[in-house]
């Protein structure tokens, strides 16, 4: 105020009314950070996978190659501008394998050849028909020529051939109106079909002789990935399941659509499952590829991997199921996940270390004894059978210990004793929680506040499903005959997705013999070598 009524003064610091300029420089730094980065990536990429860089390098070079038959004057005055169809063929016949390179050459000679073949005969027949007939029987044959090859690329047993109707398509419509124009059909189509065989021939050499990268190879190399991204995957699943303990879940919902960062082998295990169409794609190209390299016999059995590579995302699914229990919201406790800890983890390291020792095999191109690996599974897997049987109680019945302890598992009953005479009566004696099934309740009702404390408490200790429960039931005010029922079936639930994992766990035990004779067929047809041979 400064004395007068109704008036207001207004202190404003001068340093406020300075508006910030940019520092000189500083665009200019957050630019070159972006193009470091940018490089990085780059880099990055190319680090990846070396024959992306050997893939380009190529490329440039059999381009190169072909356009100096247009820089030399001498070629250039034989072909004319039509030597610019050499390089449209090095553009568009030059794929990243040897295998789909000869597949789209042998696409395009077949094409261009027919193309050439019926723009020649055409071609002479309207030149005899005269300058009127002529036009119209060109654009007859164009249209026909269009509807045919449209439609028989479509068929499902020409589909593979699908680029070389393509080509007949294209090259006759430019072979047949720039003939018309120019007058010449036969000189046309002759000149163009020489550059186009040029083209060819400079893009098969320069992909089989420099750096050739191999379908098959990669094929070989996919298979081999798969199959240890599918044992890692299993044996990370089954040790975060044993491992987690008093750890948040996050929401059902989002947890559907995470990545789950801290579990690097669940995305390779994505990964297989995605990889059909790959395996496809890289069969077929193999089957063009002569014999190289460790696959030197002709009629290499290529689609025995596709064979293998199905079996096995069979058995990726059971992995990713495991996955889904692991991640749901639905738990059980954890001191009833470690009871069996022993029996897991043991089906879980020998089912893995078979699929490990199979993806091996067929790396190295050798043949094992994994039929020894796979009967000691067996063995492990009946002997999860046998213990979840015994003490399948755990599941199904409620305990009531007095002291509750999550860390510790839960108490076994021996082989011999009978879980229903009397293992459960020499509980009581010995100190170890009182367990009895969830129909009775004599000793819950005996003492409905203290269970209802303890089993809020153990519900957020162990994280069971719903970890809710407790509180929604104390706000609405139910009476201990009708809340102890209710958590009892909640609490027998979340004991049952215990036995969901071990389920999945005992069919992907299972679906290893189909596995194991799949990679044995592959092995037999590839003639293998025996180990230590």
């Known amino acids: 105020m400064n004395g007068k009524k109704g008036c207001v003064e207004i202190n404003i610091n001068p340093s406020d009314t300075k508006t910030k300029r940019p520092e000189p420089g500083k665009n200019s730094c957050c630019r070159e950070f972006s193009v470091k980065a940018w490089i990085q990536k780059v880099w990055e990429f190319a680090k990846e996978d070396s024959n992306r860089v050997k893939f380009s390098f190529k490329v440039g070079l059999a381009v190169l190659l072909v356009s100096l038959l247009i820089l030399f004057r001498a070629p250039y005055e034989i072909f004319g501008t039509n030597i610019i169809w050499s390089i449209l063929t090095v553009a568009i016949m030059f794929e990243y394998t040897v295998g789909s390179t000869f597949n789209r050459g042998f696409n395009r000679a077949l094409g261009s050849l027919l193309a050439g073949i019926l723009a020649i005969v055409v071609g002479q027949l309207a030149l005899s028909a005269g300058l009127v007939a002529e036009p119209i029987i060109i654009g007859i044959s164009i249209f026909f ?7 028989m690329k479509q068929w499902p047993s020409l589909m593979p051939y699908e680029y070389g109707f393509r080509v007949i398509l294209f090259t ?21 079909l020489y550059s186009i065989a040029i083209g060819g021939v400079v893009a098969v050499l320069v992909n089989v002789l420099v750096f050739p990268i191999w379908a098959g190879e990669q094929l070989h190399k996919e298979l081999v990935n798969n199959f240890n991204s599918v044992a890692d995957s299993l044996e990370e699943c089954v040790k975060k399941y044993l491992e987690d303990e008093g750890l948040d879940h996050p929401e059902f919902s989002t947890t559907l659509m995470d990545e789950f960062p801290d579990e690097p082998a669940y995305k390779k295990c994505k990964a297989t499952l995605n990889s059909s169409s790959k395996l496809d794609s890289l069969a077929i190209s193999a089957k063009w590829e002569p014999p190289h390299g460790r696959f030197g016999h002709f009629f290499y059995p290529w689609s025995e991997y596709v064979k293998v590579g199905a079996v096995l995302r069979y058995c990726a699914y059971e992995v990713m199921a495991l996955h889904g229990v692991l991640h749901s919201e639905i738990q059980a406790p954890y001191n009833l996940r470690i009871t069996f800890q022993a029996e897991i983890q043991d089906v879980s390291s020998q089912a893995a270390e078979v699929v490990r020792s199979l993806g091996k095999d067929i790396g190295n191109m050798k043949r094992s004894l994994i039929k020894s690996l796979l009967k000691r599974v067996h063995s492990s897997t009946e002997r999860l059978q046998r213990t979840i049987d015994m003490h399948s109680y755990l599941l199904t019945n409620y305990c009531d210990p007095p002291e509750i302890n999550s860390s510790k598992p839960l108490p076994k009953l021996p082989e011999e004793a009978d879980p229903e005479s009397n293992g459960l009566e020499n509980n009581t004696n010995s100190g170890t929680p009182n367990c009895t ?3 009775s309740l004599t000793t819950a009702q005996a003492q409905p506040e203290s269970y209802h ?5 153990q519900s957020r200790r162990m994280h069971s499903w719903p970890s809710r429960e407790v509180d929604a039931f104390e706000e609405e005010g139910v009476n201990g005959t009708d809340f102890l029922p209710r958590m009892r079936a909640l609490e027998s639930t979340a004991a049952l997705s215990l036995a969901t994992f ?18 044995d067929k592959l092995a037999k047809m590839a003639k293998f070598k025996h180990e230590g041979v």
Do not use: Q, W
């Open 145 to 151: 020529v269009g509807v045919i090859t449209s439609f």
């Open 172 to 192: 006759y419509c430019l072979i047949i109106v720039s003939g018309y124009r120019m007058g010449n059909p036969m000189r046309t189509s002759m000149d163009r």
């Open 437 to 439: 099934f969830s129909g």
């Open 453 to 457: 404390e303890l089993m809020r408490k």
């Open 502 to 519: 071990t389920s999945l766990l005992i069919e992907f035990v299972a679906r290893l013999d189909h596995l194991v004779e799949a990679a």
